[in-house]
């Protein structure tokens, strides 16, 4: 039986002993030791913030992006290694497929965001800038930057490959090192998985580092510049939440607990309507895959009284057709849970839930398997529950973390909502109706106690992912009971590793801070048109200002019959006049971009390759016949593309009238060419 060994400060550590054993939860067979003695854990957090942390903040946005992108596709090459390995956790292959493919579908997804959603820069810049002073000389914006510690991810057991992934993901686009610490009885899953990380050679040395076994001493050492992100219990996470390192150093600290998640089926969904067949089809899947072992599974059904004989007939006839077993065996569609332990840990949760409700399908202590030993793997039947007291608090309070639900009755709208928030705080949470008024009242109602609410019904029901399917772009997280955090959610995962700081400034120093241009900087019009430069020679403040051209009564006759714009302001003198927002015929707003670009682009071919679209555009006066307008366009931000011959340049756009005031403000998008 082989030590696993862990990863630290730049190699493999294997310890010294014998180490704990971990067993497969199929056969009960021995499959590694696990230890973690010898560790420098103070070392191994030193290397990460000294040589992870720099290595990558020298990277850009970009370049972490396509490393995560590359590392997806790496991992993608070992996939059935990694299923088959998967299997001796107690997975069927399409369990191992939502866990593998799964992770690396969430590194794929943020290389995509990051490139898409994030500059080709060191610095993130959080929203607009904001004038302090009324001359415009004082200034301020929010800039985020990594930290300059180490994201310590604390992970369970029921996703070795997911879990590690979606930590990883955000923390590494964001600039910082992650020290993984994987379940001791599904490690050694996660510890293959780091070293075919580790053999691509793809990361930076210390961006990532591996502890098998016990963490030791690992959070007395933990600053106020590392992260702590755990999944697991909730009485875990109070725990950790409390060491004296975290709260001295106030350590950011983000936990995925366990949840009494609901599922609600609406009084419109009838036997026979396609809601009623989603709503069972998905709780049984819920209950069924991975074993019941997800921290997003139903655990609370909620149903109408009048129908929940017929969805507990519906789900026990589904349920009949479970095949538990040998998850390697085809035919088979439910694994065993991780362990003997964690069995007899979902028994004793089932003892406390039996007096408040009466098993409707299964039997906690008896069940039939497929190409395996029942005692000696870890498997247990499907149990469904009813109780006919809703308001008893075991099923709001006990969550038997396996293949366990619990149907409960509500009589009215309110009672649903209030049976839900007595789980008192869900990762995740389901509406399954037809009726859209319905389903409003009830997401309205609930969302204060739930970190992700899936409506589901005919409609969405083709491309939906499922009650419990966390993703990428959106916040996986909930209040309360659920931890208080928010992993993943897109952007917001990247942000949570970086510090936001209010940046107060002239606008030439804090221009020079963000590397954007800031208006009441100064520009640089030089007798080249900016559009003549390719992004190699444009800097960030070149501009060109046109103009003036005259508007007239013909253009915004011409304009309004040319587009069918024919709106009274344009064409109706007295209504216009009427309007005390006008006072007379203006010039359509449009019109005015249009002209606008009619004075500022360079029409020859050259570096400009196209424009992409605007962004921010605000009307800010009205613009009369006779009036001119002069344009000023100055490159704002310029971002090359990572493996691309152009880059991207945002253009401040500001039209003003002969009185100086600004008439329309926007950005301009436009592709450049790196080189002429």
């Known amino acids: ?38 560790i420098d854990m103070a070392g191994a957090l030193d290397y990460g913030r000294r040589v992870g942390g720099p290595s990558l903040r020298e990277l850009t946005f970009h370049q972490r992006a396509a490393l995560l992108k590359a590392l997806g596709s790496a991992l993608r090459e070992h996939r059935d290694e990694l299923y088959a390995l998967s299997a001796r956790t107690g997975a069927t292959l399409g369990d191992s497929k939502f866990d593998v493919d799964g992770g690396i579908g969430v590194l794929l997804s943020y290389a995509s965001k990051g490139k898409r959603e994030l ?27 990594p930290l300059r510690g180490v994201a310590v991810q604390i992970n369970a057991f029921n996703f070795p490959v997911w879990g590690p992934l979606e930590k990883l993901a955000p923390a590494f686009l964001a600039g910082v090192p992650s020290l993984i610490k994987p379940a001791s009885q599904t490690a050694y899953l996660t510890a293959r998985l780091v070293e075919l990380i580790v053999e ?15 963490a030791g001493d690992l959070l007395d050492h933990l600053t106020g510049q590392d992260l702590v992100s755990f999944t697991g219990s909730a009485s875990t996470a109070q725990r950790l939440r409390a060491h004296p390192a975290v709260v001295r150093n106030s350590v950011r600290f983000n936990a995925e607990a366990d949840s009494l998640n609901v599922s609600v089926l609406g009084p419109d969904a009838k036997p026979g309507t396609a809601e009623f067949d989603l709503f069972v089809k998905q709780l049984v899947a819920e209950m069924t895959v991975k074993a019941g072992q997800k921290c997003t599974a139903i655990r609370r059904a909620l149903v109408p009284a009048e129908l929940i004989d017929d969805v507990a007939r ?23 849970l991780a362990s003997l332990e964690q069995r007899e840990e979902v028994r004793r949760s089932l003892k406390a839930l039996t007096d408040a409700a009466r098993v409707v399908f299964g039997d906690p202590d008896r069940v039939e398997v497929v190409d395996a030993d029942a005692e000696r793997g870890a498997f247990i039947s499907p149990v469904l529950l009813r109780t006919d007291d809703p308001e008893r608090s075991e099923p709001h309070e006990v969550e038997a973390f396996g293949p366990v639900s ?37 997401v309205l109602g609930v969302s204060p106690w739930h970190g992700r609410l899936l409506v589901l019904d005919a409609d969405d029901a083709r491309e939906s992912t499922g009650h419990g ?54 520009r640089s019009v030089t007798e080249v048109h900016p559009f003549r430069k390719s992004l190699a020679e444009l800097r960030v403040g070149d501009a060109v200002v046109a103009g003036p051209r005259m508007v007239t009564r013909q253009d915004v006759a011409h304009f309004a019959e040319f587009t069918g714009d024919t709106f009274y302001a344009h064409t109706d003198e007295e209504a216009a006049k009427a309007n005390e927002l006008f006072g007379g015929i203006v010039a359509h707003g449009y019109l005015v971009v249009s002209l606008a670009a009619g004075l500022f682009v360079a029409p020859e071919p050259g570096p400009v390759l196209a424009n992409y679209g605007m962004e921010n555009l605000r009307f800010l006066t ?32 500001d039209v003003t009238k002969q009185d100086g005031s600004s008439v329309a403000k926007y950005d301009v998008l436009t592709l450049v060419a790196k080189e002429l």
């Open 1 to 38: 039986m082989a030590l696993l060994p862990s990863y630290v400060s730049g190699g493999w550590h294997t310890p010294a002993g014998e180490g704990t054993p971990v067993h497969d939860a199929v056969t009960g067979e021995e499959v590694a030791a696990i230890s973690s003695a010898g």
């Open 119 to 145: 500059p080709n820069d060191t610095v993130y810049v959080d929203g607009a800038v904001e004038r302090l002073g009324k001359g415009g000389t004082f200034v301020g914006q929010h800039v985020c930057a």
């Open 200 to 214: 691509s050679g793809l990361l930076p040395d210390g961006a990532l580092q591996l502890v098998c076994g016990s």
């Open 314 to 336: 519906a789900a026990g006839e589904r349920l009949a057709k479970v095949t538990v077993g040998n998850p390697s065996s085809d035919g088979v569609r439910m694994g065993a």
């Open 406 to 442: 619990t149907l409960l009755p509500y009589t009215s709208t309110e009672q649903a909502i209030s049976l839900a928030a007595r789980g008192l705080g869900s990762l995740a949470g389901s509406v399954v109706t037809g009726d859209a008024a319905f389903a409003r009242e009830v």
């Open 469 to 522: 399917s966390p993703l990428p772009a959106l916040v996986h997280g909930g209040p309360g009971r659920a931890g208080g955090g928010e992993e993943m959610g897109g952007i917001r995962g990247v942000l949570h590793h970086m510090q936001r700081t209010a940046v107060q400034a002239s606008p030439k120093v804090l221009g020079a801070v963000t590397g954007q241009w800031v208006p009441g900087a100064e």
């Open 622 to 653: 009205p613009v009369y016949p006779g009036d001119e307008l002069t344009v000023t366009l100055t490159a704002k931000q310029i971002t090359p593309r990572e493996g691309a011959d152009y880059g991207e340049v945002r253009w401040d756009t």
